[in-house]
């Protein structure tokens, strides 16, 4: 079997809602030397890091456990399945079996990106490379680590990041809902950061947004009252909101079904620094 290559932060099962029916392609937004560019590409095009998740330390047929047996088989694809109930349905569909996979794929979001991957990779470098040669009893370990070692133990730190029970029991636990966005004179953006949170999670205020079509929004609250002073607003204007953040927060890609967004896209994508 070919080992994947492209290692999606961006599924390909999430862009097909920004696909346009006839050309089956969604438009990508992204920063080419000083300006933002708009290119129609199929969502299997996009999104992706060659390598991302690669353990080099492991055999051949191996190395790409991370990207095969969890971010595709345990996140990605139990994920496709939930959101198909959240637009057929609602939330109330969802098994809580599927909740759990939902969450999941929400938390993954988050630190699944080139970034976010470096980023916990640098967080526990130093702290894996103490404790191996603190464990060590041969002094010629000491002296000489496999060379990736560290960095493999990096990336499944990734991997534990993202099934912390801690903060995926708080989130499962929350009031869902899907928000009908098609009021709203523009469409919702999505990109490679689609997970708004404000407060903390264990804030009574803290609500997540996430964006699940053009005209979908998925939101979760500790209490419907904040549900509902969002759900009452101009729907332009929460739709505007949530562009605004999505695409300042944008790592490397900002996804809409059209190219209308690219001036909007332009004065953000790159402006803020990714939480």
Not at 248 to 267: I, P
């Amino acid at each position: 079997m070919t080992e994947p290559k492209k290692h999606h932060f961006s599924p390909v099962f999430y862009l097909k809602g920004w696909c346009d029916s006839t050309t089956g392609q969604l438009i990508a937004y992204s920063r080419s030397h000083k300006s933002v560019i708009a290119k129609p590409v199929y969502p299997k095009a996009t999104g992706y890091e060659h390598f991302l998740y690669t353990m080099e330390g492991l055999p051949d047929d191996r190395k790409q456990i991370i990207e095969k047996d969890y971010m595709a088989s345990t996140v990605d694809d139990p994920a496709a399945k939930a959101l198909k109930v959240l637009l057929d349905t609602g939330t109330s569909g969802l098994t809580a079996e599927q909740r759990g996979d939902w969450t999941r794929f929400m938390i993954a979001s988050l630190h699944r990106r080139p970034a976010a991957v470096a980023e916990i990779g640098e967080t526990f470098k130093s702290t894996l490379r103490k404790d191996l040669l603190a464990d060590s009893q041969n002094e010629s370990d000491k002296q000489e680590l496999h060379p990736y070692l560290i960095d493999d133990a990096s990336k499944v730190m990734v991997v534990r990041v993202i099934e912390n029970d801690g903060i995926g029991n708080i989130i499962i636990n929350m009031q869902w809902s899907v928000l009908d966005m098609s009021a709203s004179q523009h469409e919702l953006l999505t990109g490679d950061m689609p997970h708004l949170r404000y407060y903390g999670l264990k804030d009574p205020r803290c609500t997540i947004l996430f964006p699940l079509t053009p005209t979908k929004l998925f939101i979760a609250t500790h209490d419907r009252k904040a549900e509902h002073n969002i759900n009452s607003r101009n729907k332009t204007e929460v739709v505007k909101s949530v562009n605004d953040e999505v695409a300042r927060l944008a790592e490397r890609f900002v996804f809409g079904r059209t190219a209308v967004h690219r001036k909007f896209v332009d004065n953000r994508l790159g402006r803020t620094s990714s939480r």
